[in-house]
């Protein structure tokens, strides 16, 4: 039996067995053993996915209800990457729930619902035919609706944020079951060596792959599927919002992936450029969102849609430049797609722990009620800055490697001898460059507001650290993404034999593209060797010495204060009033809403804001007794095409009720009246 | 009896099952479809007789024996049989009702529709079901394939019957056209069902409308039954969760 054999029935039974654990132990023993299976299953997953990443292969196939029919899982290279990913996020996620699933989230029905939630994720990888993955899929997105709706007996927005969640990822489910339905009967068989024979340009598989496409996104939450996600991340508990966030988006991604790079990697450039156009929007809708929501957990939420936009774009944009010819910076596109994914899955995770943390001590998820949270929750505090970083894109983390690694490679592409490809690509460096600017100010909000400053409400001021657990499972989380910044030469060389792609040429151009990663050296006489040789001519960017060079600039900055602070003792300031700069009350002190006010004036459009401020005077006009301001940013996607689409359908299923007015006589006429025709069609 | 006798007697025995249930579709509202019920019952059971004779399988006789009792005696009775308030639990006296259920009195003489229309819509069917069942009587040869159209006309009578009656005992009584058409059917395409077969289908059929009486009986002690025939089923059209 094969290693991944072996892995993929132990991810299989372990999960199997936290389900039935889930379901059958008390209260107390389900707190304690149920996330301990949780996390097994995420190592073995972990473990198997190494395994398969670095070639090994395996084969389970299970038998279905119907005869002849079998699904099977046995995981590839980029299968396995995935994997890893997943497998590494459901640990992250089932440490911090030893202490940080509670009440309505350590619900029997939860912890039966999470184990197969994970599995069906690690199903969707590591299938190897249309039926498995169709399979895991649906596993994934029933289980992920039982868990989003966990709290639903208490707070009624769960319901609603449930509803939408159902309603998109069944749509989801079926444009993917279209589209491989397409496909399959084209190709005359399930299985992924069937589909890749499949002639890319044939009309049939243009029209399976803008479903799959379609269904892909909508699970990654990208615009104008979106909606889903900035109702149901910030609902869901917080491990399940960091397993939705990290790891389940990036089915979509995978899918994407599958069908564009694995499958049809010689497809039209028609499908990249949708992707580039989806991708684009979704990371400046996404982060303009991001950057005005008050709602912590909504501010996340909004930035996935907006790392996944980027993602897209580099896979569209590497679609695009490998169909016009220019392979090399194709392939580094790619792997500057998976260094996002593996970025983002890492810092999301954390951000959305270190969130569940402080709703925990603060019963909070309000940014304009938070702040000081630093001095009482330093833990929580580090881990969230460190995620923060690398969620905006900034160095020493994982997200600056990929966002400069895309940014170098279009940069790039095209060039003089493809004037239409540059223009594209310049269009795209615009969108990323727009994107990493408002990333730094949302979080660069999102920390400040939460974490420095003074509490702005009772609940912040008696925060207090989180347990153990939790922790741990941040600070692991947060020195992940310092990991993959720091040295991100082993992760690109594992993510050049994910995608399959020439390894020693597609590092080559990663060095001459601007950035070197580390412990990828192009092999003698390659192409990337002859590439290196012009390397003196392009700004070569190394994430270690960048580190290096941020340490010595903390350090000197340190002993520069402290130098300040021992020649200036410390005197008190007292101001009796606050335009000298002392902040004499909480309230004086900037908001979040406050912060993200030019923003919200700038894209007033775009954003949909309605404010109202009411004045409440006294018997004399200009003797204002209290003032409130109110502000409501709508999402224009939900407001111009979800609101009017739903009336619509709620108008058709009215003039339905014509049909059917209660009375007997009128059913046995239809169904008499389907009799005849059904004969009549019968008998012709 | 040779195959021509067989195929004459079976014509005859389809035609007066045709022949009741046009009786059944045009009779008023006061009439009773006890006869018209009663003969096509037993012309059902001979159909079962000619076949086992023609066939020489006796096991069809016991059959024919039972469809006989269940459909030319037992079921008619039942389907006209009135819930009789002496031999069943007395019923509560009027103050005792609730009052939400207020009885409605109903004229004894109830302004029957026009028949027409639906003698002509079963003109209409019996030519549907001949068209129909070309496919099918193509294949089945013999004394009994001539006479299939019959159980198919039978069929789209019934449901029809059942469709349009305003009362639950016109429905029971299209519900039973319908079932003797199907039985019609079957007997004639397969040449005789077998006993175990028969015998579960009957039992089935007697409870269906052993319940739907009941259920028919209960309606009518709820809302009071004006007419003969029982309660206006299109009075009762408010939907519920």
Same mark, same amino acid.
């Given at each position: 039996?094969?290693?991944?054999?072996?892995?993929?029935?132990?991810?299989?039974?372990?999960?199997?067995?936290?389900?039935?654990?889930?379901?059958?132990?008390?209260?107390?023993?389900?707190?304690?053993?149920?996330?301990?299976?949780?996390?097994?299953?995420?190592?073995?997953?972990?473990?198997?996915?190494?395994?398969?990443?670095?070639?090994?292969?395996?084969?389970?196939?299970?038998?279905?209800?119907?005869?002849?029919?079998?699904?099977?899982?046995?995981?590839?290279?980029?299968?396995?990457?995935?994997?890893?990913?997943?497998?590494?996020?459901?640990?992250?996620?089932?440490?911090?729930?030893?202490?940080?699933?509670?009440?309505?989230?350590?619900?029997?029905?939860?912890?039966?619902?999470?184990?197969?939630?994970?599995?069906?994720?690690?199903?969707?990888?590591?299938?190897?035919?249309?039926?498995?993955?169709?399979?895991?899929?649906?596993?994934?997105?029933?289980? &992920?609706?039982?868990?989003?709706?966990?709290?639903?007996?208490?707070?009624?927005?769960?319901?609603?944020?449930?509803?939408?969640?159902?309603?998109?990822?069944?749509?989801?489910?079926?444009?993917?079951?279209?589209?491989?339905?397409?496909?399959?009967?084209?190709?005359?068989?399930?299985?992924? &060596?069937?589909?890749?024979?499949?002639?890319?340009?044939?009309?049939?598989?243009?029209?399976?792959?803008?479903?799959?496409?379609?269904?892909?996104?909508?699970?990654?939450?990208?615009?104008?599927?979106?909606?889903?996600?900035?109702?149901?991340?910030?609902?869901?508990?917080?491990?399940?919002?960091?397993?939705?966030?990290?790891?389940?988006?990036?089915?979509?991604?995978?899918?994407?992936?599958?069908?564009?790079?694995?499958?049809?990697?010689?497809?039209?450039?028609?499908?990249?450029?949708?992707?580039?156009?989806?991708?684009?929007?979704?990371?400046?809708?996404?982060?303009?969102?991001?950057?005005?929501?008050?709602?912590?957990?909504?501010?996340?939420?909004?930035?996935?849609?907006?790392?996944?936009?980027?993602?897209?774009?580099?896979?569209?944009?590497?679609?695009?430049?490998?169909?016009?010819?220019?392979?090399?910076?194709?392939?580094?596109?790619?792997?500057?797609?998976?260094?996002?994914?593996?970025?983002?899955?890492?810092?999301?995770?954390?951000?959305?722990?270190?969130?569940?943390?402080?709703?925990?001590?603060?019963?909070?998820?309000?940014?304009?009620?938070?702040?000081?949270?630093?001095?009482?929750?330093?833990?929580?505090?580090?881990?969230?800055?460190?995620?923060?970083?690398?969620?905006?894109?900034?160095?020493?983390?994982?997200?600056?490697?990929?966002?400069?690694?895309?940014?170098?490679?279009?940069?790039?592409?095209?060039?003089?001898?493809?004037?239409?490809?540059?223009?594209?690509?310049?269009?795209?460096?615009?969108?990323?460059?727009?994107?990493?600017?408002?990333?730094?100010?949302?979080?660069?909000?999102?920390?400040?507001?939460?974490?420095?400053?003074?509490?702005?409400?009772?609940?912040?001021?008696?925060?207090?650290?989180?347990?153990?657990?939790?922790?741990?499972?941040?600070?692991?989380?947060?020195?992940?993404?310092?990991?993959?910044?720091?040295?991100?030469?082993?992760?690109?060389?594992?993510?050049?034999?994910?995608?399959?792609?020439?390894?020693?040429?597609?590092?080559?151009?990663?060095?001459?593209?601007?950035?070197?990663?580390?412990?990828?050296?192009?092999?003698?006489?390659?192409?990337?060797?002859?590439?290196?040789?012009?390397?003196?001519?392009?700004?070569?960017?190394?994430?270690?010495?960048?580190?290096?060079?941020?340490?010595?600039?903390?350090?000197?900055?340190?002993?520069?204060?402290?130098?300040?602070?021992?020649?200036?003792?410390?005197?008190?300031?007292?101001?009796?009033?606050?335009?000298?700069?002392?902040?004499?009350?909480?309230?004086?002190?900037?908001?979040?809403?406050?912060?993200?006010?030019?923003?919200?004036?700038?894209?007033?459009?775009?954003?949909?804001?309605?404010?109202?401020?009411?004045?409440?005077?006294?018997?004399?006009?200009?003797?204002?007794?209290?003032?409130?301001?109110?502000?409501?940013?709508?999402?224009?996607?939900?407001?111009?095409?979800?609101?009017?689409?739903?009336?619509?359908?709620?108008?058709?299923?009215?003039?339905?009720?014509?049909?059917?007015?209660?009375?007997?006589?009128?059913?046995?006429?239809?169904?008499?009246?389907?009799?005849?025709?059904?004969?009549?069609?019968?008998?012709? | 009896?040779?195959?021509?006798?067989?195929?004459?007697?079976?014509?005859?025995?389809?035609?007066?099952?045709?022949?009741?249930?046009?009786?059944?579709?045009?009779?008023?509202?006061?009439?009773?479809?006890?006869?018209?019920?009663?003969?096509?019952?037993?012309?059902?059971?001979?159909?079962?007789?000619?076949?086992?004779?023609?066939?020489?399988?006796?096991?069809?006789?016991?059959?024919?024996?039972?469809?006989?009792?269940?459909?030319?005696?037992?079921?008619?009775?039942?389907?006209?049989?009135?819930?009789?308030?002496?031999?069943?639990?007395?019923?509560?006296?009027?103050?005792?009702?609730?009052?939400?259920?207020?009885?409605?009195?109903?004229?004894?003489?109830?302004?029957?529709?026009?028949?027409?229309?639906?003698?002509?819509?079963?003109?209409?069917?019996?030519?549907?079901?001949?068209?129909?069942?070309?496919?099918?009587?193509?294949?089945?040869?013999?004394?009994?394939?001539?006479?299939?159209?019959?159980?198919?006309?039978?069929?789209?009578?019934?449901?029809?019957?059942?469709?349009?009656?305003?009362?639950?005992?016109?429905?029971?009584?299209?519900?039973?056209?319908?079932?003797?058409?199907?039985?019609?059917?079957?007997?004639?395409?397969?040449?005789?069902?077998?006993?175990?077969?028969?015998?579960?289908?009957?039992?089935?059929?007697?409870?269906?409308?052993?319940?739907?009486?009941?259920?028919?009986?209960?309606?009518?002690?709820?809302?009071?039954?004006?007419?003969?025939?029982?309660?206006?089923?299109?009075?009762?059209?408010?939907?519920?969760?």
């Amino acid at each position: 039996m094969s290693g991944v054999r072996l892995g993929l029935l132990t991810v299989l039974g372990l999960a199997l067995v936290a389900a039935v654990a889930g379901g059958a132990l008390g209260t107390a023993a389900r707190q304690r053993v149920s996330p301990l299976l949780g996390a097994l299953v995420g190592a073995a997953a972990v473990w198997t996915g190494a395994l398969a990443w670095s070639g090994g292969t395996g084969r389970v196939v299970v038998g279905t209800v119907l005869p002849g029919v079998t699904a099977a899982y046995a995981p590839d290279r980029l299968g396995g990457a995935f994997l890893v990913l997943v497998g590494g996020v459901t640990v992250l996620a089932s440490v911090w729930a030893f202490d940080g699933a509670r009440g309505t989230a350590a619900s029997r029905t939860a912890w039966v619902a999470y184990p197969l939630f994970v599995l069906g994720l690690l199903g969707v990888m590591a299938a190897a035919d249309v039926v498995a993955f169709l399979l895991a899929w649906e596993v994934m997105a029933v289980a &992920s609706a039982v868990l989003v709706l966990a709290d639903h007996a208490r707070r009624p927005e769960v319901v609603g944020a449930g509803l939408w969640y159902a309603g998109m990822t069944q749509l989801s489910f079926l444009l993917v079951l279209g589209g491989f339905a397409v496909l399959a009967s084209a190709a005359g068989g399930t299985g992924w &060596s069937d589909l890749a024979r499949l002639a890319p340009d044939a009309g049939a598989t243009g029209a399976g792959v803008g479903l799959l496409l379609l269904g892909f996104v909508t699970k990654a939450g990208a615009v104008p599927v979106h909606v889903w996600l900035p109702r149901a991340h910030p609902e869901a508990p917080s491990h399940v919002s960091a397993l939705m966030s990290a790891a389940m988006v990036k089915a979509g991604v995978y899918g994407v992936l599958l069908v564009v790079v694995r499958l049809l990697p010689a497809g039209p450039s028609w499908w990249g450029l949708a992707l580039l156009v989806v991708g684009s929007a979704s990371a400046v809708f996404g982060i303009l969102q991001a950057g005005v929501a008050a709602d912590l957990k909504r501010l996340l939420a909004y930035s996935t849609t907006e790392n996944v936009g980027l993602i897209l774009v580099a896979v569209g944009a590497a679609q695009v430049t490998t169909a016009r010819g220019d392979v090399e910076t194709g392939h580094v596109l790619l792997v500057a797609a998976l260094l996002l994914t593996f970025g983002h899955a890492a810092a999301k995770s954390v951000l959305f722990l270190t969130a569940g943390s402080v709703l925990h001590a603060t019963g909070l998820r309000d940014l304009d009620r938070l702040g000081g949270l630093g001095r009482t929750m330093p833990w929580t505090c580090g881990a969230f800055g460190v995620a923060a970083l690398g969620a905006a894109g900034l160095p020493v983390t994982a997200g600056f490697v990929a966002e400069w690694t895309l940014l170098q490679a279009l940069v790039h592409a095209g060039g003089p001898a493809d004037p239409r490809l540059g223009l594209v690509s310049a269009l795209a460096v615009t969108v990323v460059a727009l994107t990493a600017g408002l990333a730094l100010m949302t979080f660069t909000k999102a920390f400040g507001i939460a974490f420095l400053g003074r509490p702005r409400s009772d609940g912040a001021a008696a925060a207090h650290e989180v347990g153990r657990a939790e922790r741990l499972a941040a600070a692991v989380g947060a020195l992940a993404v310092l990991g993959l910044g720091l040295v991100p030469g082993p992760m690109a060389t594992a993510a050049v034999r994910a995608l399959g792609v020439d390894g020693v040429t597609a590092a080559g151009t990663t060095l001459a593209a601007g950035v070197r990663l580390g412990g990828v050296a192009p092999a003698p006489g390659s192409a990337g060797e002859a590439a290196s040789g012009t390397a003196a001519l392009v700004p070569v960017l190394d994430p270690l010495a960048l580190g290096l060079a941020a340490l010595a600039a903390l350090v000197v900055v340190a002993g520069v204060v402290a130098r300040l602070r021992r020649r200036a003792p410390r005197r008190a300031v007292e101001l009796g009033w606050g335009c000298g700069g002392a902040r004499v009350s909480p309230r004086m002190q900037y908001t979040a809403t406050s912060y993200a006010e030019p923003l919200v004036r700038i894209f007033d459009a775009p954003l949909g804001v309605s404010r109202s401020v009411a004045t409440t005077t006294a018997d004399a006009p200009y003797v204002v007794r209290a003032m409130s301001f109110r502000q409501r940013v709508r999402d224009v996607f939900e407001e111009h095409g979800y609101r009017p689409l739903l009336r619509a359908a709620a108008r058709v299923g009215d003039a339905g009720r014509a049909l059917h007015n209660g009375s007997v006589h009128r059913y046995l006429a239809w169904s008499f009246a389907t009799f005849v025709v059904v004969l009549g069609l019968a008998a012709r | 009896m040779s195959s021509g006798d067989a195929s004459q007697a079976v014509a005859l025995l389809a035609g007066l099952e045709l022949l009741t249930a046009v009786l059944l579709a045009w009779r008023g509202p006061a009439s009773s479809p006890r006869g018209p019920l009663a003969v096509q019952g037993f012309a059902l059971a001979g159909l079962v007789a000619v076949i086992g004779v023609a066939e020489g399988e006796p096991v069809l006789w016991l059959v024919a024996l039972l469809v006989g009792v269940l459909k030319g005696v037992v079921l008619p009775t039942l389907v006209v049989r009135r819930p009789s308030r002496a031999a069943g639990p007395a019923a509560p006296p009027a103050a005792d009702r609730p009052a939400t259920v207020r009885p409605v009195v109903r004229p004894a003489v109830v302004r029957g529709r026009s028949r027409v229309p639906l003698l002509l819509g079963a003109a209409g069917l019996v030519v549907v079901a001949y068209l129909a069942a070309r496919p099918v009587t193509r294949v089945v040869t013999g004394a009994t394939g001539q006479a299939l159209p019959v159980g198919f006309a039978l069929v789209l009578v019934g449901f029809a019957l059942l469709a349009t009656g305003r009362r639950s005992q016109s429905q029971l009584v299209g519900f039973l056209v319908l079932d003797n058409g199907i039985a019609t059917t079957a007997f004639l395409a397969t040449g005789g069902v077998p006993l175990v077969v028969e015998l579960g289908v009957s039992l089935d059929v007697l409870l269906v409308v052993l319940v739907l009486q009941v259920l028919g009986s209960r309606i009518d002690t709820a809302f009071g039954a004006g007419a003969p025939g029982g309660t206006d089923l299109d009075q009762l059209r408010e939907l519920h969760d």
